[in-house]
């Protein structure tokens, strides 16, 4: 079965200080990984992917993830966190045998510390 | 214009009752989903529609019923609501084939049931 976990309910951080949200994946294959992010009283938006190629992917807003297949991870990172960072954040992998599904994490709550 | 529209935005209703709610996508994808979202953010696939066919229906009560009347639209009936109702519900899209694997989230629908 495909899976996503991540570990950490909450992370917190000192603004300036580099931020990382972990995720670990579970699929048959190769994975189609996401990252979104979500802010109070909002839907889920897209924050970056990875499909295949460079294991190092950007996304928005200076976030960026590293694709791991011998650890089977997908961490998301930011190399100096901004208060305005702080929100609820979901890995998701989309299952390759029913491409139109998608699983995700449990989300952690990023906390940015002024 | 937005992607994925939701409406209601927040619905307050009481037991018993049924109500619906609408979503719109203008993306021209191909599929649309249902997701609950409780109070702990735990995110559950509801139903997944491709092209106006039904293609994911999870452990769902029956007096859940989604309609697509073409791809653009997905609509979500509640029958008979309880009070574990009560959640935010979201909507969302997705293009089964390439280029954009990511899914686009409409902006929720609160719903409290009392």
């Known amino acids: 079965a495909q899976s996503v976990a991540q570990p950490e309910d909450q992370v917190n951080v000192a603004e300036g200080n580099p931020l990382t949200v972990k995720c670990t994946y579970s699929v048959s294959g190769n994975p189609y990984l996401f990252w979104y992010v979500q802010y109070p009283n909002r839907g889920l938006q897209f924050l970056l992917k990875y499909i295949t190629g460079d294991n190092l992917v950007k996304g928005s807003y200076g976030f960026e993830a590293e694709f791991n297949k011998s650890q089977t991870s997908f961490h998301l990172k930011k190399p100096s966190a901004i208060v305005s960072d702080s929100a609820l954040y979901f890995c998701?992998?989309?299952?390759?045998?029913?491409?139109?599904?998608?699983?995700f994490g449990s989300g952690t709550k990023l906390n940015v510390k002024p | 214009d937005t992607a994925v529209s939701q409406t209601p935005k927040y619905l307050v209703t009481q037991m018993g009752n049924d109500k619906s709610i609408k979503c719109e996508q203008n993306l021209g994808h191909d599929t649309m989903y249902w997701y609950k979202q409780d109070s702990k953010k735990f995110l559950k696939i509801m139903f997944s529609y491709n092209n106006k066919e039904l293609i994911i229906n999870e452990t769902v009560p029956n007096r859940f019923s989604p309609k697509s009347p073409d791809k653009a639209h997905l609509n979500l009936h509640i029958n008979s609501l309880e009070l574990g109702d009560s959640a935010v519900y979201f909507c969302a899209s997705s293009q089964t084939v390439s280029p954009s694997y990511e899914q686009y989230f409409g902006p929720g629908t609160r719903l409290t049931v009392t």
């Open positions: 998701a992998v989309r299952d390759i045998r029913n491409f139109n599904k998608f699983y």
